[in-house]
């Protein structure tokens, strides 16, 4: 595994000096230029390409290629480009010397007339061949009039990364607490097959943990914007898998993985890459890796399944919704089986979503009920056994706050609670005589209960509304025909009086729903 180890110095002085460097290799001035000798069309006639000093060439028939040798004396970072060239569509290839040459790297990036670049390339100490010759993105043209210009520069490395980079054995080595720095270039990765993501140029960084206790290590990644580039960035554990991505800015935006939670000591790799084919060869971006300290207060990714659930402790936890993708799976086990108050609460002005689903992954229910930046509440759900809560947002924004509270509560009351779903005769609450509280649980809930009576008697039915709600009560007969309704405007009070002989039933259907509240129902014999 060949996985270059980066020195890291800070951000500040990597942007200024690699962006000076860019300025100054693009500043050309009289600066004395040699020419190919013909023929230098194999590795063994190579011309000798001097640091620092341009090279001047022609590609003169369809099937010209010129090699260059390059002789490195101390590591270096280089810069390589060869100019464009009327009707010529050419590319520009970097070899790593010796009795077999290697292939390292290979710029096809533009059409016909343009100019190539070779950035950030790592050269040892050795020999090493360029090859200026026709490209693929355009049929094969010779130019005998128009040369170009191929120039190698050089420098010491900084805290960067050393292409070639493209791939998870070729990794550069970073560390934790650390930033580095490096270019989206080139566009297309030539030497990439692979189906699903051909020529996809990718920049791989690895780095190591281990943990000091049990606790998982935290780890935030973020990438700064380049101008013309829609980044993707990705956190892959030793196996190649992708435990955490992000894909949310556009062009020109950052990108970053927060409250990564790492629990097994080991390799990790950060993978960058451009949407696109996008490049941008002048401006790098800076990569940072964080570790913050374990907090179990806060969700941590990635805990998109039930099996990666994050547990919510204390009755509560705070979280991130980092993408229209992504899920936060909570779990909760209640102390005692009983009634608890459900609350998501969004930071900013975002829609959230909640998702109820029992031990074994089956859902109860859904809080989708309120508007962006308001909470999403269910005041009065029983719980008897673990739930799984997953909280999510398709209408996830780049520059919203996704930050957002999750509460379980138990409930403790004098009063008895109805039992969801009761939206029916057949599931109605029973009501005993005292009070029973309910609430307006879901947008179009019906809330049934049934009042009893050994013989035919005067009931009376003591109806407290619900605070900032409205609320239509109805009393029926055994069939479900109903006898007497009543509407309930806000936390007002309202009393039913009916003859009941035997059963009847009370339905209570929401008017104008509020789901923070509760209403009243208070059952007795008519004085």
């Not at 179990?296 to 659930?309: K, L, P, Q, T």
């Not at 049934?448 to 035919?456: G, L, T, V």
């Not at 109805?474 to 936390?491: A, F, H, W």
Request: net charge negative; charged share 25%.
């Amino acid at each position: 595994m060949s996985q270059r180890m980066i020195k890291i110095p800070s951000a500040p002085a990597i942007l200024a000096l690699l962006i000076f460097q860019s300025l100054f290799v693009n500043c050309v001035c009289s600066v004395k230029k040699d020419s190919e000798v013909e023929p230098n069309n194999v590795f063994s006639a190579a011309n000798p390409l001097n640091v620092g000093n341009p090279m001047v060439g022609f590609i003169d028939s369809r099937e010209d290629r010129d090699f260059y040798i390059l002789s490195v004396e101390e590591p270096c970072i280089s810069d390589i480009s060869v100019s464009g060239i009327k009707g010529v569509n050419h590319s520009l290839s970097l070899w790593r010397g010796g009795v077999s040459p290697a292939l390292l790297k290979t710029a096809d990036d533009n059409r016909k007339s343009s100019p190539e670049r070779l950035k950030n390339l790592y050269l040892e100490s050795g020999e090493y061949y360029i090859a200026v010759q026709h490209g693929d993105r355009d049929q094969k043209n010779e130019n005998r009039e128009t040369p170009y210009t191929l120039t190698c520069e050089t420098r010491v490395p900084v805290a960067e990364e050393f292409e070639p980079n493209d791939s998870l054995l070729a990794a550069n080595r970073i560390q934790l607490n650390t930033e580095t720095s490096g270019f989206f270039s080139p566009a297309y990765n030539r030497l990439n097959l692979e189906k699903e993501n051909l020529y996809r140029e990718e920049d791989w960084f690895g780095f190591s943990v281990a943990r000091e206790t049990d606790d998982p290590v935290i780890l935030t990644v973020d990438v700064s914007g380049v101008p013309g580039v829609n980044s993707e960035l990705y956190l892959l554990n030793s196996g190649g898998e992708v435990i955490a991505s992000s894909d949310n800015g556009s062009s020109g935006m950052p990108e970053a993985i927060n409250n990564a939670g790492i629990a097994q000591d080991g390799d990790y790799f950060i993978m960058l890459t451009g949407k696109g084919y996008g490049s941008n060869n002048d401006e790098p971006y800076v990569l940072r890796l964080a570790t913050g300290a374990y907090d179990r207060s806060n969700e941590f990714e990635v805990n998109d399944s039930f099996d990666r659930a994050n547990v919510i402790h204390e009755n509560s936890i705070r979280g991130r919704i980092d993408s229209p993708n992504d899920r936060d799976c909570l779990l909760y086990t209640p102390v005692q089986g009983g009634y608890h108050r459900i609350e998501v609460m969004p930071a900013g002005l975002v829609d959230l979503r909640a998702v109820v689903h029992d031990s074994t992954g089956n859902m109860l229910t859904e809080l989708n009920y309120a508007g962006a930046g308001e909470p999403e509440i269910f005041a009065d759900y029983y719980i008897g056994a673990p739930i799984y809560l997953t909280v999510f947002s398709p209408e996830a924004l780049q520059g919203v706050d996704m930050a957002y509270s999750c509460a379980i509560t138990p409930l403790s009351s004098s009063s008895a609670f109805e039992k969801e779903n009761n939206n029916s005769k057949e599931n109605a609450t029973p009501l005993p005589q005292g009070e029973m509280l309910g609430y307006i649980s879901y947008k179009g809930d019906r809330d049934f209960y049934i009042m009893e009576s050994p013989r035919k008697m005067m009931k009376e039915l003591v109806i407290t509304g619900v605070k900032g709600g409205e609320i239509k009560v109805s009393v029926t007969d055994p069939l479900g025909y109903t006898l007497k309704s009543v509407l309930v405007r806000g936390d007002s009070r309202e009393t039913i009086r009916e003859m009941i002989e035997g059963r009847g039933f009370i339905v209570v259907d929401p008017v104008k729903e509020n789901y923070d509240h509760p209403y009243r129902l208070q059952a007795g014999g008519a004085k």
